[in-house]
């Protein structure tokens, strides 16, 4: 089993930042890709960006581009969500989860979420 808790989300004002955290626990080896998704209300959950065990990145969302970086910590057994000039557009429950790479395998484990809100 692996386990995956997301931290780091809040109330955050239009072209402010925000560091989201995803820790993992348990057996991560065979899932070593972290993708981040969000769900804004009433709207489908998206992928965002994903980050293979290597550090090699993809990129899910063009609204993000230039805007949001992902990047991991092997040691830490963490990958991080760098959101920068936020809009009230990326308002939305942010999830981490986890797969054997960034493409052609689904998303196994999923952590429950947290909420970042873009707001003035």
């Known amino acids: 089993q692996l386990q995956l808790v997301e931290s780091g989300g809040g109330l955050v004002q239009p072209g402010g930042s925000l560091r989201l955290s995803c820790a993992a626990s348990g057996f991560t080896l065979p899932y070593a890709a972290r993708g981040w998704f969000r769900q804004a209300p009433g709207k489908e959950r998206e992928g965002v960006l994903c980050?293979?065990?290597?550090?090699?990145?993809?990129n899910y969302a063009d609204s993000v581009k230039g805007r949001f970086t992902i990047s991991r910590d092997n040691a830490k057994n963490t990958v991080y969500l760098q959101m920068n000039s936020l809009k009230p557009e990326d308002t939305a429950v942010y999830y981490c989860?986890?797969?054997?790479?960034?493409?052609?395998?689904?998303?196994?484990?999923w952590g429950k979420g947290t909420l970042v809100t873009v707001s003035s």
């Open positions: 980050i293979s065990s290597s550090g090699r990145t993809t």
């Open positions: 989860a986890a797969a054997p790479a960034c493409g052609g395998f689904s998303f196994s484990y």
